[in-house]
């Protein structure tokens, strides 16, 4: 069986974002269903409607090309003010112009995030599926809430707490199914 096109989107643009190491704890995770990467979101200049009519940026240009190449997107984010970090709604506006030429239509796309609390990112994940879904992707239920520790997920990306690491493996592998029966 081939391995799908994973695209990573961190909402967080944190050198030492806890949803970047989550992200790559999953991408290894997912290793036997996916072959994935991390899309740049961080580069991106804000969404202007001027830029998008002068000249569509290079890097939103970028951003739409790897996440139309993926077979699925994966969103690991944290919450921001109780909702959506910045960054992520501007990677979601960018890739969802010209209006009519976005790239969420149809597109699989399951969602995660991480905090020090027990449910940090629920309200994220709400608007994320709400934004998300209207833009036509078809979104994975549930919420995931990973209650973040230190050593979690250690430096080379590996889950080393076993009961952590059983669970984020049975929501790649749900995913996996989820892509591969919308993408058959």
């Given at each position: 069986m081939a391995l799908f096109t994973l695209a990573i989107i961190v909402g967080s643009n944190r050198k030492a974002s806890i949803n970047r190491k989550l992200a790559q704890?999953?991408?290894?995770?997912?290793?036997?269903?996916?072959?994935?990467?991390?899309?740049?979101?961080?580069?991106?200049?804000?969404?202007?409607?001027?830029?998008?009519?002068?000249?569509?940026?290079?890097?939103a240009t970028r951003l739409k090309d790897e996440l139309a190449r993926a077979d699925a997107v994966l969103v690991v984010t944290p919450e921001h003010n109780r909702s959506i970090p910045a960054v992520l709604k501007n990677a979601i506006d960018w890739a969802s112009r010209p209006s009519?030429?976005?790239?969420?239509?149809?597109?699989?796309?399951?969602?995660?995030?991480?905090?020090?609390?027990?449910?940090?990112?629920?309200?994220a994940q709400q608007h994320l599926r709400d934004i998300l879904g209207n833009q036509g992707a078809l979104v994975m239920g549930g919420q995931m809430f990973i209650t973040w520790k230190d050593g979690l997920i250690d430096d080379?990306?590996?889950?080393?707490?076993?009961?952590?690491?059983?669970?984020?493996q049975g929501f790649m592998?749900?995913?996996?199914?989820?892509?591969?029966?919308?993408t058959a």
């Open positions: 704890g999953l991408a290894g995770l997912g290793a036997g269903a996916f072959t994935a990467h991390i899309a740049q979101i961080d580069d991106l200049p804000m969404y202007n409607q001027d830029l998008e009519a002068e000249s569509f940026p290079a890097s009519g030429k976005g790239v969420w239509g149809g597109k699989p796309l399951a969602i995660i995030g991480t905090s020090p609390g027990g449910v940090g990112t629920a309200c080379s990306g590996t889950v080393t707490v076993e009961a952590t690491r059983d669970f984020l592998d749900k995913f996996a199914t989820l892509v591969g029966k919308l």
